[in-house]
């Protein structure tokens, strides 16, 4: 039987702020889901969050870009909009839902999506992943370590049905290009694409032995979308585990070192990617409170629930970064960001020019007065007089 795996995610409102989600905000899609269920929509649905996105796990038999599918997520978004978020005045209520009306399929209206169609081996374990306050970019380098290091991933090295490595889906969110590209051998060429993560983002990866999908990652940039900043774009990821695959360790393994990623405060800054723990999880509610984003709105954080799927129904979820084992990255991470939060505006902890375009700086800037340099150097001493006296240079330059 072929499942679809399909996570949606959306930023609809922040209890405070940014920092975290609403309970009754989970408690309210999760009933939606269920109702979903019980009328044959979905097989099986999981809600979780980090930081202040809500993300919809669903399995279904419909395939991928379904109408019903996304239009279920659509729906079960503005509910939990109107319905939580406006009657309890959280911040940014609907902020991801870029769009008035569902025109069929829900990308390039503001949520995000990573969706994977598959037929299930005798055993199926899977990973979702979600981060908060970053971007789609965020995930190449793990996916790279996952896919394409032996240095991470040791059955790239022993493992006869990895040996022939895979494909990497890029996709150039800018010109809307992809490529195709195959490891080991097309991995520097992988390398220079998939280092500009703004750009060059990595969608789906495939075994190359028989081109079974292997990984699928949402791709969504909200400010090229709206064509202004309206919240970082907050990538969601499916993985499939062992059998010809990288092993749950291996997957795990990828985000052992917090990477530099961009998003965190106002989706203006580079910080360390965290990987945190589930605050909670209730399986019989199919719930699962993620961790919180406090110090500077973040750090931006990545947490990971691990599933076993079987005829379609998810079993799980494991929260699998709680383990002592990744204490000493997580203070990493926290030291990572102590040392770039004290270089506060100036770059490489404030993101380059070309990120800060869509966010509010452009405003600011443009209400400081220029001069042309070489009328400025021949009448320095003017200028700065009026500057002195609080008078426009250009209203003394003719005195």
Do not use: C
Not at 71 to 85: D, P, Y
Not at 110 to 127: D, K, L
Not at 138 to 164: C, Q, R, W
């Amino acid at each position: 039987m072929k499942v679809t795996v399909s996570i949606i995610k959306a930023d609809v409102g922040g209890f405070p702020g940014h920092a975290y989600v609403h309970p009754k905000m989970l408690e309210y899609a999760a009933a939606k889901l269920k109702e979903a269920q019980r009328k044959g929509v979905i097989i099986d649905y999981f809600v979780y969050n980090v930081g202040d996105d809500i993300s919809l796990l669903m399995t279904h038999t419909k395939g991928e870009d379904n109408p019903e599918i996304h239009g279920l997520a659509w729906e079960t978004f503005k509910e939990v909009t109107e319905q939580v978020a406006k009657r309890y005045k959280l911040y940014g209520a609907g902020q991801d839902l870029l769009k008035e009306a569902f025109s069929g399929n829900i990308r390039g209206l503001g949520p995000q999506v990573a969706e994977m169609e598959i037929e299930e081996r005798p055993s199926e374990p899977i990973v979702v992943f979600a981060a908060d306050k970053t971007e789609p970019g965020a995930f190449n380098l793990p996916l790279y370590k996952m896919f394409a290091d032996p240095f991470t991933t040791a059955g790239l090295v022993i493992d006869p049905s990895m040996h022939e490595g895979f494909i990497f889906e890029v996709l150039d969110v800018i010109e809307h290009k992809v490529y195709l590209l195959k490891t080991p051998e097309d991995s520097y060429s992988l390398l220079g694409l998939i280092g500009t993560t703004g750009r060059y983002i990595i969608r789906k990866v495939f075994r190359r032995s028989d081109g079974i999908p292997a990984a699928a990652n949402s791709v969504e940039r909200l400010s090229l979308i709206a064509g202004r900043y309206v919240g970082k774009d907050d990538p969601v990821m499916i993985v499939r585990a062992q059998s010809g695959l990288p092993a749950i360790g291996e997957i795990l393994e990828a985000f052992a070192h917090p990477h530099l990623v961009h998003g965190w405060m106002r989706g203006s800054h580079a910080g360390p990617l965290m990987p945190a723990r589930f605050v909670s999880i209730d399986p019989e509610r199919r719930i699962a409170l993620g961790p919180k984003m406090t110090r500077f709105d973040g750090p931006p954080k990545v947490g990971a629930l691990g599933f076993q799927l079987h005829d379609g129904y998810l079993e799980g979820g494991v929260d699998l970064f709680d383990d002592p084992a990744f204490d000493y990255v997580r203070q990493t991470a926290a030291q990572i960001a102590d040392y770039i939060r004290r270089m506060g505006p100036f770059q490489p902890h404030r993101l380059p020019p070309e990120e800060m375009e869509y966010t509010a700086l452009p405003k600011i800037l443009a209400k400081v007065k220029s001069y042309p340099a070489d009328q400025f150097e021949k009448e320095r001493k003017k200028y700065i007089e009026a500057v002195v006296k609080g008078v426009k240079a250009e209203e003394t330059q003719h005195d």
